[in-house]
């Protein structure tokens, strides 16, 4: 247990950190409001917290900088959320001032909000393909050997493909394929489509059309696509303008995963509702190693749609940070159910 001297210094130095990005000194400290301390007793008590883990000396340095320990006790126990300006509240809210199509569009404006509002680089992952069914597909030919896909979800996104066929297209077995398909796989999970399409569809359309093997072939291709999340982002180059990432190999690191939407969603999807807080090496992943994450989950009826995140450095602001996100999460909620209940009418 930290004895009240210490939690006030402990955070009086990450408070100092996050805003100037300088190892904080004895000196600076004591001129602080709330500190009455003399700086040889700050001193004492910085070699105390620094031989228990929650600050760290940097080379060359007299002052000190909080520990990835140092982090975690100051986000679990000394901070609270801060309150929103208005001008924050509003840029949130102007996400709701606008009539969207898809969810899709709702997804893109926030992740743009986010990293506007925090300046660090968002990543929103997009309605969770378990979530996502199946609402309706058409095959439109445009040519005899030629046809677009168009698939609707029930989340509102429509997504088409044009797709090729080895020999001559038939109308009116493309008819047949077109009701069989909506009669058979409305309502299904996006993700089971493929599995559905071989064990039942594919039996059913052999009775109906020549050539069902390519038909079946060129559907499982076109489903495959929709078996992984979506992932948006906003302020990819943000990371820039955090001094503790001049280093152009660290940087590239990073801004190399974000071509990987897989991985990507595979490290930002939290398996949590709710808000969570993932700093330096408890992420797993070595260049997100001196990064803290932040999720937050974002729901539709009550059911999880998909996750929220900050990237950033450790030395972030963390009271601000999670209002924002705390704020944005729920106010997604809110207006993806007012959405569905719109198209619902």
């Not at 105390?48 to 600050?55: I, N, Q, R, V, Y």
């Given at each position: 247990?930290?004895?009240?001297?210490?939690?006030?210094i402990?955070?009086?130095?990450?408070?100092?950190?996050?805003?100037?990005?300088?190892?904080?000194?004895s000196?600076?400290?004591?001129?602080?409001?709330?500190?009455?301390?003399?700086?040889?007793?700050?001193?004492?008590?910085?070699s105390?917290?620094?031989?228990?883990?929650?600050?760290e000396?940097?080379?060359?340095?007299?002052?000190?900088?909080p520990?990835?320990?140092?982090?975690r006790?100051?986000?679990?126990?000394l901070?609270?959320?801060?309150?929103?300006?208005?001008?924050?509240?509003?840029?949130?809210?102007?996400?709701?001032?606008?009539?969207f199509?898809?969810?899709?569009?709702?997804?893109?404006?926030?992740?743009?909000?986010?990293?506007?509002?925090?300046?660090?680089?968002?990543?929103?992952?997009?309605p969770?393909?378990?979530?996502?069914r199946?609402?309706?597909?058409?095959?439109?030919p445009?040519?005899?050997?030629?046809?677009?896909?168009?698939?609707?979800?029930?989340?509102g996104?429509?997504e088409?493909?044009?797709?090729?066929?080895?020999?001559?297209l038939?109308?009116?077995?493309?008819?047949?394929?077109?009701?069989i398909?909506?009669?058979?796989?409305?309502?299904?999970?996006?993700?089971?489509?493929?599995?559905k399409?071989s064990?039942?569809?594919?039996?059913?359309?052999?009775?109906?059309?020549?050539?069902?093997?390519?038909?079946?072939?060129?559907?499982?291709?076109?489903?495959q696509?929709?078996?992984?999340?979506?992932?948006?982002?906003?302020?990819?180059?943000?990371?820039?303008?955090?001094?503790?990432?001049?280093?152009?190999?660290?940087?590239?690191?990073?801004?190399?995963i974000?071509?990987?939407?897989?991985?990507?969603?595979?490290?930002?999807?939290?398996?949590?509702?709710?808000?969570?807080?993932?700093?330096?090496?408890?992420?797993?992943?070595?260049?997100?190693?001196?990064?803290?994450?932040?999720?937050?989950?974002y729901?539709?009826?009550g059911?999880?749609?998909?996750?929220?995140?900050?990237?950033?450095p450790?030395?972030?602001?963390y009271?601000?940070?999670?209002?924002?996100?705390?704020?944005?999460?729920?106010?997604?909620?809110?207006?993806?159910?007012a959405?569905?209940?719109?198209?619902?009418?």
């Open positions: 247990m930290l004895t009240d001297r210490q939690l006030l402990l955070k009086a130095i990450v408070d100092n950190y996050v805003t100037n990005a300088e190892p904080v000194g000196r600076s400290i004591s001129k602080r409001d709330d500190v009455t301390f003399s700086p040889a007793t700050i001193r004492n008590e910085m105390d917290l620094e031989e228990l883990g929650f600050l000396k940097p080379h060359s340095s007299a002052g000190r900088i520990s990835q320990k140092g982090y006790y100051y986000v679990d126990h901070i609270s959320p801060s309150k929103l300006t208005k001008n924050e509240v509003s840029d949130i809210q102007s996400i709701l001032a606008n009539r199509d898809e969810i899709e569009q709702v997804i893109q404006e926030s992740a743009k909000v986010l990293s506007s509002l925090t300046s660090y680089t968002s990543i929103v992952i997009g969770e393909v378990f979530e996502s199946l609402r309706q597909l058409q095959l439109i445009i040519s005899e050997t030629q046809a677009v896909v168009i698939i609707v979800t029930d989340t996104h429509v088409n493909q044009t797709v090729h066929f080895p020999g001559k038939d109308g009116s077995e493309l008819e047949k394929v077109v009701n398909l909506n009669e058979k796989l409305r309502g299904i999970p996006m993700v089971q489509l493929q599995e399409l064990l039942e569809i594919s039996n059913v359309l052999k009775k109906y059309i020549t050539q069902y093997e390519s038909m079946i072939d060129m559907l499982q291709d076109v489903f696509r929709h078996q992984h999340e979506k992932v948006f982002y906003g302020g990819k180059t943000n990371i820039l303008s955090q001094p503790e990432f001049h280093d152009v190999e660290r940087v590239r690191n990073i801004l190399d974000f071509e990987e939407d897989k991985l990507v969603s595979k490290l930002f999807r939290s398996a949590e509702n709710g808000l969570t807080i993932k700093i330096g090496e408890e992420n797993h992943f070595e260049p997100f190693s001196d990064c803290t994450i932040i999720t937050a989950t729901s539709l009826d059911k999880h749609m998909g996750t929220v995140g900050i990237l950033g450790t030395r972030m602001e009271p601000r940070v999670i209002s924002i996100m705390d704020y944005l999460s729920k106010d997604m909620t809110k207006l993806l159910t959405w569905n209940h719109r198209k619902s009418e």
